[in-house]
């Protein structure tokens, strides 16, 4: 129901732009979230933006690198990446709080508050 997009190769210390959206329902009821999964790692919360007034909420880990975003009247949820690493490839997935107008719990970290996903995109940094 969610659709990423904006993946692909970058090179190291380049920058991306993610977009989350969908045509199925009204994303600015939810909080959204951002996280990523690499080969063989375990799924790694990124960013989380409250449904209304916008708070983010940031992973210690990517904090000051990245930035979340909505544009409710594009019903799209954006994740700017900058100063990309080879560690930062992986794909990147979307998601909606299971629930409307509320903060996301745990700032958003615990991905089993969140349904449904999208099929992610891939990010690869690499020169």
């Known amino acids: 129901q969610l659709v990423e997009s904006g993946g692909g190769l970058v090179q190291p210390g380049g920058s991306l732009r993610l977009s989350c959206a969908t045509s199925?329902?009204?994303?600015?009821?939810?909080?959204m979230a951002w996280f990523r999964q690499a080969t063989g790692k375990e799924r790694e919360f990124l960013a989380a933006?409250?449904?209304?007034?916008?708070?983010?909420y940031y992973a210690d880990s990517v904090k000051g690198r990245i930035t979340i975003s909505r544009d409710d009247f594009k019903n799209t949820v954006y994740l700017q990446m900058n100063s990309l690493k080879p560690e930062d490839t992986a794909v990147y997935y979307c998601?909606?709080?299971?629930?409307?107008?509320?903060?996301?719990?745990?700032?958003?970290?615990?991905?089993?508050?969140?349904?449904?996903w999208g099929q992610g995109t891939q990010v690869t940094v690499s020169s």
């Open positions: 933006i409250s449904w209304s007034r916008g708070r983010t």
């Open positions: 998601a909606a709080d299971k629930f409307t107008f509320r903060e996301p719990n745990y700032g958003g970290k615990n991905y089993q508050e969140f349904d449904p």
């Open positions: 199925q329902f009204t994303l600015d009821y939810y909080a």
